[in-house]
């Protein structure tokens, strides 16, 4: 499978819609219906106003009107059956995929020295297996033995072969990849039917998909209104009834227009695409190749409000870097520059190569032709030195020139007869104080002055992390590095907080702190040491490099396997929630219009001289045709908006990081007074069109 | 209206604003449990006699057990007093025993703070019931509201307990410390002001015209106070405070209607404190008044128009001419809002619109401003629904006061705010149809039904009040009512207690950016917004047959 056709379904494809077409229609199945107490409502009433139409007919009458609201009434059934249904349509097409995939592969199982060929199924964890280049890995594991380059594109979508390796933090390998190079052995974590990819599937299909528990609060509330609703419109049949005998005037409260009207009334627009909102929010994680592993974890995703990361790889560039030279009084910073270029030359670390990029681009030192004979000394963490060592040539003498830590360099720097200057110990003490790390260079007895090296922090990072700020979420970055660089990167980065010093057991204790404090702690980690943390975490997302151990405790992968990715996490969380809550509103709200049009549409006829209509269509506010056109309206309405809200649905109300009170104002305006607004505008030109076609008296 | 009716409405909400913080820090502490120095003596003295362990400390359940135990006994205790009152003594004009089930409706009505009056007080009741009975009620029944309300905040406060203070320990100290002394203060200045307080028999006198005319007497002044007071409203006489020997002065009727509100409005002030956040008190506080003002403002605009059907005369058929326009729509608008059902003029003789304003204040579900503590803590269930909402809104599981919001705290917020609304439409859906039902009704078409209607309100939303021309008195409507003012009562309580309960085990969740904030305007909007559209959309059905058809009808000049 390629993840370019992958993310490039459009919402709409012309062959996912089909299918949903198809899918709209098996689910009017009672079994499927009745997981939905809002529909059902508008199902039941569909049912029982066709048996109407039917009665009608048996009994050789025929009301047009009767049979269009049954038309409408089961449209709104099966309108909200598609949402669905498009909805879990992507998410099946990817399942299939998949499946495809996890064909049944042979697995060459390891027992002492000999090898055995047996059906991946019958694996067990802990079994090892062997995999060469051209295997498919039978089963999820970590590597043991080995390394191999491996093509993960099936589970990433990326092309690019990854390396795993046994040891470390990049031992994981997930069952069904293709190793394409060398040869691993393979011990199995994960019996067959429980393996990542298994649980792939079952997530993108949506099959064990978890009623959330904000969706089950939600859930309950808008049952609570729908029996209201239906108590408001029965207990109605007997005050109109008292009305009816008091005027001596008939009402139009008859079974169809109160069935209209409980439907139009309960909350059918969300009701309708509460399904379909979930299973987008899970759509949406997997489109930024983050694979959730439950919907709670989603929506806890939301209200993350502390972020713990790793500084490096995540924060700073994986590597320091050079970043200025500091020469010691008298010496001018050419000669030191000139100095620490030629010292790094072969030295090949991201740091060495940093500080001749350095001197490049800021003293325009070029790279040059090294006399043969140069020896070049390498940095070992025992001399804490290195260096080069160039041959007397054309009448120059040799030099010895040398870079590294302090004291390595105060030595070498008197053993060769110099003088080391002591300006030289407060500077690299000035310099470390900033958080940055010194290097002193000399040249000979001479020394020069110093290189410093930083912690370079990501560009833009500071702007991800003020957004997180914005949406209420504290960063603490974690780094192994003492508390003063730390605190200078921190500030450099903008966290708000960090911690120094972390060994795993910290890390537990932080976020245990953090929660018992109240809050939802989201963390980023890769390495088998920070499973626990992974585990203890709310949100836990694990990159997908990462060890078995890692991807096994966090509740998120994420393919990509990118830090800053949670940002996305959390927007696709909180528009989980917004789009529910702004189709709750939208829905309540619509229901102001369509009383206006209903109520004024059944009672008119009270107290009404004759050929006039009574006093209370003064409640008939947006001048409809005829209580007939009236009540169609509303209710063709109201099956319509929830086709015109799929999309809205899928995609999710946007999500800018501002303060809880603006994001409020500004959807209180659009889905609360526009849901106020639109329905009368909408209405008023359903009912135009049915008076101009004809279709109601 | 005139400039000095401007200046009576100023000086009411100055002093109802001023009062309110006072009064409420009061509240507050008497409820933390403060010791009131010369008084805390006959506290120790109850607790001693009625063996209550004042330090230990109920779980909800618990808590709502006493409760309900404590309101079962007031019942049998005024229901009993009622059927023995013949044999008992202060009944100098020998009322007979009270029918069983008007009896009933009584005690019911009493010990739920309701006051719903099926019976006339001086042709039913002996000055033995009205004292021992229902003016004990009238405490007590306050006192309970007082003491939902401190253990709800206790469960707001407290992080991860199950304990809710005492209930006991709740009802003596709001029942000893707050309402005794403030009724005694009112009832010292009303009696100042010609309200009767004596044990003689009804006074016959011969009038101008030379008919004889019996004036009823009795211990009015303390009933009086305390049914201002603690939102009772249950007069000492049949028409209750349009009684001159109720509400005899303008003083009277101001001090009287500030009355009212002074409680809930303070009970608002207090619950914020004692949930730890004054600010949301403060914001639950604003909107109540905004409501208020507003539904003041709509009134006083219908009623001082003039009546079409009445040769465009004002509205002051079946109003105290004593009292006029602005203060008898004041006094019917805080009554309702409050659910106080005190009148000092009869509802049903309000414009039709006004008419309709009364009702729509307790479909609201009692919240503005509500009973002695039953208004805040129903105003809090309105509030959870609004954080949830709005959580949804801005993206974040929702938080109330820095507890989160879950599955289950919806399910107790819409039983007590959906549940007495449901059984309000179906008792007055049943009884507008059927024979027992309609022989009640002394009125025809609209009126008649916004009759049934406000009654079932009245008694479901537990206010009390009555549209007057229903002759409630029947065996129907004594059990229907009773039941109503049950459900309303403890289908609010019980979720609430609840509420409390599962609130109190949570842990505490610090705000961040993130969080929509309890108080502030957008807050006090969108609450006002909640609690509006829910009331609306629940009984917008029922009333446009009742009050707004009339309201139409009026228009076209006629009138029912």
């Known amino acids: 499978m390629k993840t370019a056709d992958k993310k490039k379904l459009s919402l709409l494809e012309p062959r996912l819609v089909r299918r949903a077409v198809r899918d709209a229609f098996l689910k009017l199945d009672p079994r499927v219906q009745i997981k939905n107490p809002v529909m059902l409502v508008v199902f039941i009433s569909a049912i029982w106003l066709s048996l109407i139409v039917l009665m009608d007919l048996i009994r050789g009458g025929f009301s047009s009107f009767n049979f269009q609201i049954a038309v409408w009434l089961w449209f709104t059934v099966l309108f909200s059956n598609f949402a669905t249904a498009i909805a879990e349509g992507r998410g099946k097409a990817q399942a299939e995929t998949l499946r495809a995939m996890r064909k049944d592969t042979m697995a060459r199982r390891l027992s002492g020295k000999t090898e055995q060929r047996v059906s991946a199924a019958e694996l067990k964890a802990g079994d090892l297996v062997v995999c060469e280049a051209g295997d498919v890995i039978p089963g999820d594991g970590d590597v043991v033995e080995g390394i191999a380059s491996v093509d993960e594109s099936a589970i990433t979508g990326e092309s690019a072969p990854v390396v795993r390796e046994s040891g470390g933090d990049r031992s994981a390998v997930t069952g069904g990849t293709r190793v394409l190079s060398d040869r691993i052995v393979v011990r199995i974590t994960a019996a067959a039917g429980n393996s990542f990819l298994d649980r792939m599937?079952?997530?993108?299909?949506?099959?064990?998909?978890?009623?959330?528990?904000?969706?089950?609060?939600?859930?309950?509330?808008?049952?609570?209104?729908?029996?209201?609703?239906?108590?408001?419109?029965a207990t109605l049949k007997g005050f109109s009834i008292y009305s009816e005998h008091a005027s001596g005037s008939n009402s139009f409260a008859t079974i169809p227009v109160l069935l209209s009207l409980i439907v139009c009334l309960i909350p059918t627009t969300i009701g309708g695409l509460l399904s379909a909102i979930g299973i987008s929010g899970m759509d949406r994680m997997l489109r930024k190749n983050v694979l959730a592993l439950s919907g709670k974890a989603v929506e806890a995703a939301g209200d993350i409000d502390v972020l713990l990361l790793d500084k490096t790889g995540t924060i700073?560039?994986?590597?320091?870097?050079?970043?200025?030279?500091?020469?010691?009084?008298?010496?001018?910073?050419?000669?030191?520059?000139?100095?620490?270029?030629?010292?790094?030359?072969?030295?090949?670390?991201?740091?060495?190569?940093?500080?001749?990029?350095?001197?490049?681009?800021?003293?325009?030192?070029?790279?040059?032709?090294?006399?043969?004979?140069?020896?070049?000394?390498?940095?070992?963490?025992?001399?804490?030195?290195?260096?080069?060592?160039?041959?007397?040539?054309?009448?120059?003498?040799?030099?010895?020139?040398?870079?590294?830590?302090?004291?390595?360099?105060?030595?070498?720097?008197?053993?060769?007869?110099?003088?080391?200057?002591?300006?030289?110990?407060?500077?690299?003490?000035?310099?470390?104080?900033?958080?940055?790390?010194?290097?002193?260079?000399?040249?000979?007895?001479?020394?020069?002055?110093?290189?410093?090296?930083?912690?370079?922090?990501?560009?833009?990072?500071?702007?991800?992390?003020?957004?997180?700020?914005?949406?209420?979420?504290?960063?603490?970055?974690?780094?192994?590095?003492?508390?003063?660089?730390?605190?200078?990167?921190?500030?450099?980065?903008?966290?708000?907080?960090?911690?120094?010093?972390?060994?795993?057991?910290?890390?537990?204790?932080?976020?245990?702190?953090?929660?018992?404090?109240?809050?939802?702690?989201?963390?980023?980690?890769?390495?088998?040491?920070?499973?626990?943390?992974?585990?203890?975490?709310?949100?836990?997302?694990?990159?997908?490099?990462?060890?078995?151990?890692?991807?096994?405790?966090?509740?998120?992968?994420?393919?990509?396997?990118?830090?800053?990715?949670?940002?996305?996490?959390?927007?696709?969380?909180?528009?989980?929630?917004?789009?529910?809550?702004?189709?709750?509103?939208?829905?309540?709200?619509?229901?102001?219009?369509?009383?206006?049009a209903i109520l004024p549409a059944m009672f008119a006829g009270l107290y009404a001289a004759s050929g006039s209509s009574g006093p209370l269509s003064g409640l008939n506010l947006m001048r409809l045709h005829s209580p007939e056109s009236a009540v169609l309206s509303a209710v063709i309405f109201n099956a319509l908006i929830i086709v015109a809200l799929i999309p809205l649905a899928l995609r999710g109300v946007r999500y800018r990081p501002l303060g809880a009170s603006a994001i409020l104002r500004k959807n209180l305006l659009i889905y609360g007074l526009g849901g106020l607004a639109i329905p009368f505008l909408a209405i008023k030109l359903i009912d135009l069109l049915l008076a101009a076609m004809g279709l109601v008296r | 209206m005139r400039y000095n009716s401007w200046i009576e409405?100023?000086?009411?909400?100055?002093?109802?604003?001023?009062?309110?913080?006072?009064?409420?820090?009061?509240?507050?502490?008497?409820?933390?449990?403060?010791?009131?120095?010369?008084?805390?003596?006959?506290?120790?003295?109850?607790?001693?006699?009625?063996?209550?362990?004042?330090?230990?400390?109920?779980?909800?359940?618990?808590?709502?057990?006493?409760?309900?135990?404590?309101?079962?006994?007031?019942?049998?205790?005024?229901?009993?007093?009622?059927?023995?009152?013949?044999?008992?003594?202060?009944?100098?004009?020998?009322?007979?025993?009270?029918?069983?089930?008007?009896?009933?409706?009584?005690?019911?009505?009493?010990?739920?703070?309701?006051n719903w009056q099926a019976y006339s007080g001086e042709s039913t009741l002996s000055y033995l019931v009205q004292m021992l009975g229902l003016t004990v009620q009238n405490f007590l029944s306050a006192a309970t509201g007082i003491a939902v309300m401190a253990a709800l905040s206790r469960g707001i406060a407290r992080r991860k307990t199950h304990a809710l203070g005492n209930f006991w320990v709740d009802v003596t100290r709001s029942t000893l410390y707050i309402l005794l002394p403030l009724s005694l203060v009112l009832a010292i200045i009303l009696s100042s002001q010609g309200v009767v307080q004596n044990f003689s028999h009804y006074l016959t006198v011969k009038t101008l015209e030379?008919?004889?005319?019996?004036?009823?007497?009795?211990?009015?002044?303390?009933?009086?106070?305390?049914?201002?007071?603690?939102?009772?409203?249950?007069?000492?006489?049949?028409?209750?405070?349009?009684?001159?020997?109720?509400?005899?002065?303008?003083?009277?009727?101001?001090?009287?209607?500030?009355?009212?509100?002074?409680?809930?409005?303070?009970?608002?002030?207090?619950?914020?404190?004692?949930?730890?956040?004054?600010?949301?008190?403060?914001?639950?506080?604003?909107?109540?008044?905004?409501?208020?003002?507003?539904?003041?403002?709509?009134?006083?605009?219908?009623?001082?128009?003039?009546?079409?059907?009445?040769?465009?005369?004002?509205?002051?058929?079946?109003?105290?001419?004593?009292?006029?326009?602005?203060?008898?729509?004041?006094?019917?608008?805080?009554?309702?809002?409050?659910?106080?059902?005190?009148?000092?003029?009869?509802?049903?003789?309000?414009?039709?619109f006004a008419g309709g304003i009364t009702m729509f204040n307790m479909m609201m579900g009692e919240v503005i401003f509500g009973g002695v503590g039953t208004g805040v803590y129903t105003m809090v269930l309105f509030a959870v629904l609004t954080v949830f909402i709005a959580g949804l809104m801005v993206g974040r599981t929702p938080e109330y006061l820095g507890k989160?919001?879950?599955?289950?705290?919806?399910?107790?917020?819409?039983?007590?705010?959906?549940?007495?609304?449901?059984?309000?439409?179906?008792?007055?859906?049943?009884?507008?149809?059927?024979?027992?039902?309609?022989?009640?009704?002394?009125?025809?078409?609209?009126?008649?039904?916004?009759?049934?209607?406000?009654?079932?309100?009245?008694?479901?939303?537990?206010?009390?009040?009555?549209?007057?021309?229903?002759?409630?008195?029947?065996?129907?409507?004594?059990?229907?009512?009773?039941?109503?003012?049950l459900i309303g009562r403890y289908a609010v309580i019980i979720p609430v207690m609840a509420l409390a309960g599962s609130l109190a085990g949570k842990k505490y969740t610090p705000p961040s950016t993130g969080t929509f904030p309890t108080h502030g305007v957008l807050f006090v909007i969108l609450l006002i917004g909640v609690v509006i559209i829910i009331g609306a959309l629940t009984f917008f059905p029922a009333l446009s047959l009742g009050p707004i058809l009339e309201h139409f009808l009026m228009r076209q000049g006629r009138r029912f």
């Open chain 2, 9 to 114: 409405l100023s000086l009411f909400f100055l002093l109802l604003a001023g009062l309110t913080p006072l009064l409420g820090s009061g509240i507050a502490a008497i409820l933390r449990g403060e010791r009131v120095p010369l008084m805390d003596r006959a506290e120790r003295v109850i607790y001693s006699l009625c063996r209550i362990d004042p330090g230990r400390e109920m779980g909800w359940k618990e808590y709502a057990f006493s409760l309900l135990m404590f309101n079962g006994l007031g019942i049998i205790a005024v229901l009993v007093l009622q059927l023995l009152q013949h044999h008992l003594p202060l009944n100098p004009q020998g009322l007979p025993r009270v029918p069983v089930l008007l009896a009933l409706n009584t005690a019911v009505s009493f010990a739920t703070n309701t």
């Open chain 1, 201 to 233: 599937i079952s997530m993108v299909e949506g099959a064990k998909r978890q009623i959330t528990p904000n969706e089950q609060a939600l859930s309950i509330l808008l049952l609570s209104l729908t029996v209201i609703f239906i108590f408001a419109v």
């Open chain 2, 210 to 352: 030379g008919f004889n005319q019996v004036l009823p007497l009795g211990p009015a002044a303390s009933q009086i106070a305390i049914k201002q007071l603690g939102t009772n409203g249950g007069g000492f006489f049949g028409v209750n405070s349009a009684h001159p020997f109720e509400n005899p002065t303008p003083l009277s009727n101001f001090l009287e209607t500030l009355a009212i509100l002074l409680i809930p409005s303070a009970c608002a002030y207090a619950f914020g404190l004692l949930a730890g956040s004054r600010k949301h008190g403060v914001s639950l506080l604003a909107a109540m008044f905004a409501v208020f003002i507003l539904c003041l403002g709509f009134a006083l605009r219908s009623e001082l128009k003039t009546d079409p059907a009445l040769d465009n005369l004002p509205f002051l058929e079946g109003k105290e001419t004593r009292l006029g326009i602005m203060p008898s729509a004041l006094w019917a608008v805080a009554t309702t809002s409050a659910s106080n059902g005190s009148v000092n003029a009869m509802h049903s003789s309000l414009s039709p």
């Open chain 1, 316 to 596: 700073t560039l994986g590597n320091r870097m050079a970043t200025a030279f500091l020469p010691v009084s008298g010496v001018p910073v050419d000669r030191l520059a000139d100095a620490a270029q030629l010292a790094s030359f072969s030295d090949e670390t991201p740091e060495g190569r940093s500080i001749v990029v350095l001197a490049k681009d800021k003293y325009q030192l070029r790279g040059r032709e090294l006399p043969p004979g140069t020896r070049f000394l390498a940095f070992s963490a025992k001399t804490r030195i290195s260096g080069v060592d160039l041959p007397e040539q054309a009448g120059k003498p040799g030099r010895s020139v040398r870079k590294g830590a302090i004291e390595a360099v105060h030595d070498f720097v008197v053993s060769a007869g110099g003088k080391f200057p002591e300006e030289l110990r407060a500077l690299s003490a000035e310099v470390a104080r900033a958080g940055a790390t010194p290097l002193a260079v000399c040249d000979g007895p001479d020394a020069l002055g110093l290189i410093v090296l930083k912690d370079v922090v990501k560009g833009g990072i500071r702007e991800r992390f003020a957004e997180l700020r914005r949406m209420g979420i504290r960063t603490v970055m974690i780094t192994g590095d003492n508390p003063l660089t730390a605190a200078s990167i921190a500030a450099e980065a903008g966290v708000d907080d960090f911690l120094a010093e972390a060994a795993p057991e910290v890390k537990l204790a932080r976020i245990r702190e953090e929660q018992a404090g109240g809050h939802l702690v989201a963390m980023i980690g890769d390495g088998t040491n920070d499973a626990p943390a992974l585990a203890q975490s709310d949100v836990g997302v694990a990159m997908n490099t990462g060890t078995q151990a890692a991807r096994e405790a966090g509740n998120m992968v994420d393919l990509d396997s990118n830090p800053t990715k949670l940002i996305e996490v959390v927007e696709t969380g909180k528009q989980l929630l917004m789009t529910r809550g702004a189709l709750t509103t939208f829905s309540i709200a619509n229901d102001v219009s369509k009383y206006f």
């Open chain 2, 404 to 485: 989160k919001i879950e599955s289950r705290e919806i399910v107790y917020a819409v039983i007590g705010v959906l549940l007495p609304g449901l059984f309000i439409l179906v008792f007055a859906s049943i009884s507008s149809v059927i024979p027992a039902g309609l022989a009640s009704l002394s009125n025809k078409g609209p009126h008649g039904l916004s009759e049934i209607l406000y009654a079932f309100t009245s008694a479901g939303q537990n206010n009390g009040s009555a549209f007057a021309g229903l002759n409630a008195n029947t065996a129907y409507y004594n059990i229907l009512t009773a039941a109503a003012m």
